[in-house]
């Protein structure tokens, strides 16, 4: 059974672009949870998604920052017109079907630097 | 609002020395407890977690944790640390509906002298 998923793993993006994040969950899981490492510090949570619906986007940026998770398909975190500050590892995790904090499995992370 | 406080940035012990990483909480309700350890440039490792029960909770690699109510404290230990523990380690709390909502600390590094 492959672990989470997320590509791609490092990605360079100038300011003003958009920056695509995708994360492919673990087989069976249909929750995905989006967190941010910005450097030295922890991670912080962004959004919690199930198939076709947000749950929980409180830790979302207002602007630049969206999220999916289609019914096919991998969970996409997108930013756009990014800015240096966007530059961070970004962690996806997944969980199964009415499970908590404590089955979330995480993935290796997208590090996103903005030149 | 939940959070979580880890007082050491960084910590240095010597190979074989016994840790012990400090971890302190504020949640209304019996917290959902975790560490994680992150090696660098890797994602994150479930170490152990604390949900009810027993406050001494056994994890991987030899570590362990104490849930201290009264103290609202979760501290990582371990009696004989290994070259390859050198990494950041993260205490987080579950939060939100369900617990599905994880609050992390802010890390402490741990380095290992030779």
């Known amino acids: 059974n492959a672990g989470v998923m997320q590509n791609p793993r490092h990605l360079v993006r100038r300011r003003g672009q958009e920056a695509r994040l995708r994360c492919s969950p673990m087989k069976g899981h249909s929750h995905v949870y989006w967190y941010r490492q910005l450097p030295e510090e922890g991670l912080k949570f962004m959004v919690y998604l199930q198939k076709e619906n947000i749950i929980d986007e409180s830790g979302m940026p207002k602007e630049r920052f969206s999220a999916e998770f289609p019914k096919e398909g991998p969970s996409i975190l997108r930013i756009q017109q990014v800015v240096r500050g966007d530059s961070a590892a970004y962690f996806c995790?997944?969980?199964?079907?009415?499970?908590?904090?404590?089955?979330?499995?995480f993935g290796p992370g997208t590090r996103l630097t903005v030149t | 609002a939940q959070s979580v406080t880890q007082p050491d940035i960084h910590i240095t012990v010597s190979e074989g020395a016994s840790l012990e990483l400090r971890c302190n909480y504020s949640?209304?309700?019996?917290?959902?407890l975790f560490w994680y350890v992150q090696s660098p440039g890797q994602g994150l490792q479930l170490l152990l977690k604390?949900?009810?029960?027993?406050?001494l909770v056994q994890g991987i690699k030899g570590f362990e944790a104490e849930f201290k109510r009264s103290q609202s404290s979760f501290n990582l230990r371990k009696p004989s640390v290994h070259w390859s523990d050198a990494a950041e380690y993260f205490c987080?709390?579950?939060?939100?509906?369900?617990?599905?909502?994880?609050?992390f600390g802010s890390g402490t590094r741990l380095s290992i002298r030779p």
């Open positions: 604390y949900f009810s029960g027993d406050t």
């Open positions: 987080a709390v579950g939060a939100g509906s369900s617990a599905s909502k994880i609050i």
């Open positions: 995790a997944s969980s199964p079907k009415l499970a908590g904090a404590h089955e979330q499995y």
């Open positions: 949640y209304g309700a019996t917290p959902y």
